[in-house]
């Protein structure tokens, strides 16, 4: 049974969309029974294009990819969620989203990150970004070294805490 991730960030157009793609480029090539999906609580409707550049600049495929609202994780046929991270930056007193869903409740962690798109400057920002990318797609490697299909919901809460203070 797929393991579906949902990851959230208020505009849903940097780190999320980063995450997600690292994710599922992970996830395929490991061998992995896990999706990721990303959403925004207020979504740009825009992925920032700093975000598919560094993906596709590690060979992610960005096909697809689009900000949107988390409200397509709420609906009966949405996919059962198993995990929900937030990746938006609280220390910079940015409002993380609180995802309620529907059906059983996830898991949830918070891996903040700040946000690559403030930083001044086309190299600057190209580097922040890279520099994100890479941090989260470090954490999905974690994540997915887990036994994911046989954890229980306070063990895998457990683990993706550990994860968080890595």
Same mark, same amino acid.
């Given at each position: 049974?797929?393991?579906? =991730?949902? /990851? ?25 029974? =896990? ?26 495929? +960005? ?19 198993? /995990?929900? /991270? ?6 910079? +007193? ?10 059983? #409740? #996830? ?6 990150? #700040?946000? #690559? ?14 520099? +994100? ?34």
């Amino acid at each position: 049974m797929t393991t579906h =991730v949902l /990851i959230l960030c208020t505009h849903n157009s940097a780190r999320s969309v980063l995450a997600e793609g690292m994710l599922n480029h992970w996830a395929r090539k490991l061998g992995r029974d =896990v999706r990721g999906h990303s959403a925004g609580s207020a979504p740009s409707g825009q992925v920032n294009p700093f975000a598919l550049e560094a993906l596709q600049n590690a060979g992610v495929d +960005t096909t697809g990819m689009r900000s949107k609202s988390w409200d397509e994780f709420t609906t009966p046929d949405a996919p059962p969620l198993s /995990i929900v /991270i937030t990746v938006c930056d609280s220390a910079a +007193t940015e409002a993380c989203p609180v995802f309620f869903g529907a059906g059983t #409740p #996830p898991a949830k962690v918070h891996w903040g990150y #700040p946000d #690559p798109s403030v930083v001044k400057g086309d190299a600057a920002k190209r580097r922040a970004f890279e520099l +994100t990318r890479q941090a989260l797609a470090y954490r999905m490697l974690q994540l997915l070294q887990l036994p994911l299909a046989t954890m229980n919901k306070p063990h895998l809460q457990q683990a993706l805490l550990q994860i968080a203070q890595s």
